[in-house]
């Protein structure tokens, strides 16, 4: 992965997606992954009635078996990485599904949702459906990744390849859009939030909200943004593909989405890959602070293999390399460094490239290049690497991934007073240590208080959910952003074999680096049917 811009083709954001994953620090970049992300205050209640149910329901049969209408994708491209992927995959084609924006008022609004499928090369089983995280990542680009990591295997010549994105993400519509690009590059494209290092008022978290509710042009799609949503948007589409049960493949996010399908919709799964997903059972604050103890465990992992290397940014000693780590970034606080196009790298912004950077082992040579940069001066890499991950083009043109992914989870994270969001700043600078500026929790809130609608997600759901087939879940133990500890409580609450990967990093299946892990999700996805048990591969 190149020092300045991760390689394009194959690493859209998986918490994220993000890729990954959460995702998302001092930004929504970290948060990516309540998926991936992580409670606070609600009661644990499951989500209303209303926020359930099946696609026959009356006033939808307008939605149910829609013709979709597949063509070329340039006109789906909205992103400079759109328009390189899209060019380089010929028999990739387009369409768009109509969605009602509230289900429970289909005659209202209607949203646009954008599907892109890659044909089977060979006798088709019938469509894969696949996420690739975020909330907020880009599922037509998931697609063509899915196919290119998968290539060694048979998937992609037995199962139509299909990515979408989500209501309120990249190419459907309408879009999410809380900031311009200029806002965006100067940090204001998501809601504020604890992992920051900066302070907000009430004020200031309506005026953020009314800038969203003002850029999308939709108060009813931001208030019916959540996942509940989502899959019921899923369900149209499987309708729509002609089929009457769903194959799924979903990391980090996208593991969430398609446990909540599972629990709506148990008689319309055939197949259910879940890579990397969280703990259902768990809250937002309890999963935030997992994610970040998580990403506390990779830095020190990072400065670990960094030290026995040798001439380390971070020195010699692993037990004193947080306390480097502050004096090289906390004087970013009062006084940016300077990059080469003549912007700066900011405190928030050069946690969020070393986030972004610790997702992965391959990428902390990245952060440490980026931090010995940060030592001298300049800001470059670690700027880049961030802005990357949460997709911004070398045009200056960002993704909505960062604004999609915080406004989703305002429909599906526990609401947060100003004590209880100054409670979870300080519970994540306890359990990660590098990420402290050193200037107390006072000033943090929860940027969705001022959201149109209440989450409708609840905590713990998918329990007890019967008439679901056998399903795989996957869990790194390694994984810096989804712990492993929460892919077993999910394999657990949903019945899942579970495949356990040795190794860091967050997701897998979709990647092609795993022989071991392609084989297991291979031979499920063609016949799920048959016995599966719990097993191991290593990365």
Same mark, same amino acid.
């Given at each position: 992965?190149?020092?300045t811009?991760?390689?394009?083709?194959?690493?859209?954001?998986?918490?994220?997606?993000? %890729?990954?994953?959460?995702?998302?620090?001092?930004?929504?970049?970290?948060?990516?992954?309540?998926?991936?992300?992580?409670?606070a205050?609600?009661?644990?209640? $499951?989500?209303p009635?209303?926020?359930?149910?099946?696609?026959?329901?009356a006033?939808?049969?307008a939605?149910e078996g829609?013709?979709l209408?597949?063509?070329p994708?340039e006109?789906?491209?909205?992103?400079?990485?759109d328009?390189?992927?899209?060019?380089?995959?010929?028999?990739?084609?387009?369409?768009?599904l109509?969605v009602?924006?509230?289900?429970?008022?289909?005659?209202?609004?209607v949203a646009?949702?954008?599907?892109?499928?890659?044909?089977?090369?060979?006798?088709?089983?019938?469509?894969?459906?696949?996420?690739p995280?975020?909330?907020?990542?880009?599922?037509?680009?998931?697609?063509?990744?899915?196919a290119?990591?998968l290539?060694?295997?048979?998937v992609?010549e037995?199962?139509?390849?299909?990515g979408?994105?989500?209501?309120?993400?990249?190419?459907s519509?309408?879009?999410?859009?809380?900031?311009?690009?200029a806002e965006?590059?100067?940090?204001?494209?998501?809601?504020?939030q604890? #992992?920051s290092s900066?302070?907000?008022?009430?004020?200031?978290?309506?005026? *953020?909200t009314?800038?969203?509710?003002?850029?999308?042009?939709?108060?009813?799609?931001?208030?019916?943004?959540?996942?509940?949503?989502a899959?019921? +948007?899923?369900?149209?589409?499987r309708?729509?593909?002609?089929?009457?049960?769903?194959?799924?493949l979903?990391?980090?996010?996208?593991?969430?989405?398609?446990?909540?399908?599972?629990?709506?919709f148990?008689?319309?799964?055939?197949?259910?890959?879940?890579?990397?997903g969280?703990?259902?059972?768990?809250?937002t604050?309890e999963?935030?602070?997992?994610?970040?103890?998580?990403?506390?465990?990779?830095?020190?992992?990072m400065?670990?293999?960094?030290?026995? $290397?040798?001439d380390?940014?971070l020195? +010699?000693d692993p037990?004193?390399?947080?306390?480097?780590f502050q004096?090289?970034?906390?004087?970013?606080?009062?006084?940016?460094v300077?990059?080469?196009?003549?912007?700066?790298?900011?405190?928030?912004?050069?946690?969020?490239?070393?986030i *972004?950077?610790?997702y992965?082992?391959a990428?902390?040579?990245?952060?440490?290049?980026?931090?010995?940069?940060?030592?001298?001066?300049?800001g470059d890499v670690?700027?880049?690497q961030?802005?990357?991950?949460?997709?911004?083009?070398?045009?200056?043109?960002?993704?909505n991934y960062l604004?999609?992914?915080?406004?989703?989870?305002?429909?599906?994270?526990?609401?947060?007073?100003?004590e209880?969001?100054?409670e979870?700043?300080a519970?994540?600078?306890?359990?990660?240590?590098?990420?402290?500026p050193?200037?107390g929790?006072?000033?943090? %809130?929860?940027?969705?208080? #001022?959201?149109?609608?209440?989450?409708?997600?609840?905590?713990?759901? #998918?329990e007890?959910?019967?008439g679901?087939?056998?399903?795989?879940?996957i869990?790194?133990?390694?994984d810096?952003?989804?712990?492993?500890?929460g892919?077993?409580?999910l394999?657990r609450?949903l019945g899942?074999?579970?495949?356990?990967?040795?190794? $860091?990093?967050?997701?897998?299946?979709?990647?092609g680096?795993?022989?071991c892990?392609?084989?297991?999700?291979?031979?499920?996805?063609?016949?799920?049917?048959?016995?599966?048990e719990?097993?191991?591969?290593?990365?």
């Amino acid at each position: 992965m190149s020092p300045t811009r991760p390689s394009r083709l194959a690493r859209t954001p998986r918490t994220p997606a993000v %890729r990954t994953a959460a995702l998302l620090a001092a930004s929504a970049l970290a948060l990516t992954l309540a998926a991936c992300s992580p409670t606070a205050s609600g009661d644990g209640d $499951a989500a209303p009635s209303s926020s359930s149910g099946s696609p026959d329901d009356a006033g939808l049969a307008a939605f149910e078996g829609q013709t979709l209408d597949f063509g070329p994708c340039e006109d789906y491209a909205v992103t400079e990485l759109d328009r390189e992927v899209f060019g380089q995959v010929d028999r990739a084609e387009c369409a768009r599904l109509e969605v009602p924006v509230d289900y429970d008022s289909p005659d209202g609004e209607v949203a646009q949702i954008a599907v892109l499928r890659l044909p089977a090369t060979g006798e088709s089983l019938g469509p894969l459906v696949v996420n690739p995280g975020g909330p907020g990542g880009p599922g037509l680009i998931q697609a063509i990744n899915a196919a290119a990591g998968l290539v060694e295997t048979t998937v992609p010549e037995r199962f139509d390849i299909v990515g979408f994105d989500p209501r309120g993400v990249g190419a459907s519509l309408p879009a999410v859009d809380c900031a311009s690009d200029a806002e965006a590059d100067a940090g204001g494209n998501v809601l504020p939030q604890a #992992a920051s290092s900066r302070t907000w008022t009430a004020a200031d978290v309506e005026a *953020a909200t009314e800038r969203c509710v003002e850029g999308t042009g939709s108060e009813a799609l931001l208030a019916n943004l959540g996942t509940r949503d989502a899959a019921r +948007d899923l369900d149209l589409l499987r309708s729509a593909l002609g089929q009457e049960q769903i194959s799924w493949l979903g990391q980090s996010y996208g593991a969430r989405l398609g446990t909540v399908y599972a629990e709506m919709f148990p008689e319309r799964v055939r197949a259910l890959v879940l890579d990397s997903g969280p703990d259902p059972s768990a809250g937002t604050i309890e999963r935030r602070t997992t994610q970040y103890a998580g990403f506390q465990a990779a830095f020190d992992a990072m400065a670990q293999a960094c030290a026995s $290397a040798g001439d380390c940014v971070l020195g +010699d000693d692993p037990a004193l390399a947080v306390q480097r780590f502050q004096e090289i970034v906390r004087p970013l606080l009062d006084t940016p460094v300077p990059t080469a196009d003549g912007r700066a790298l900011d405190y928030d912004a050069a946690i969020n490239g070393v986030i *972004a950077g610790l997702y992965d082992a391959a990428t902390w040579p990245v952060v440490l290049e980026g931090l010995a940069q940060v030592a001298q001066g300049g800001g470059d890499v670690l700027l880049a690497q961030g802005e990357t991950f949460g997709g911004r083009g070398s045009d200056g043109v960002w993704s909505n991934y960062l604004e999609a992914n915080s406004a989703i989870n305002c429909m599906d994270e526990e609401r947060r007073t100003p004590e209880q969001e100054e409670e979870l700043r300080a519970e994540i600078h306890a359990v990660a240590p590098f990420m402290d500026p050193g200037r107390g929790p006072e000033g943090a %809130r929860d940027g969705c208080e #001022a959201w149109p609608a209440e989450p409708d997600l609840g905590y713990p759901h #998918a329990e007890g959910v019967e008439g679901l087939p056998t399903t795989l879940t996957i869990a790194i133990t390694g994984d810096p952003s989804t712990p492993y500890d929460g892919g077993v409580a999910l394999a657990r609450t949903l019945g899942s074999a579970l495949l356990t990967v040795e190794g $860091a990093q967050h997701t897998v299946a979709m990647s092609g680096v795993s022989p071991c892990v392609s084989d297991v999700v291979t031979a499920y996805l063609l016949d799920p049917a048959a016995p599966l048990e719990d097993g191991t591969c290593a990365l």
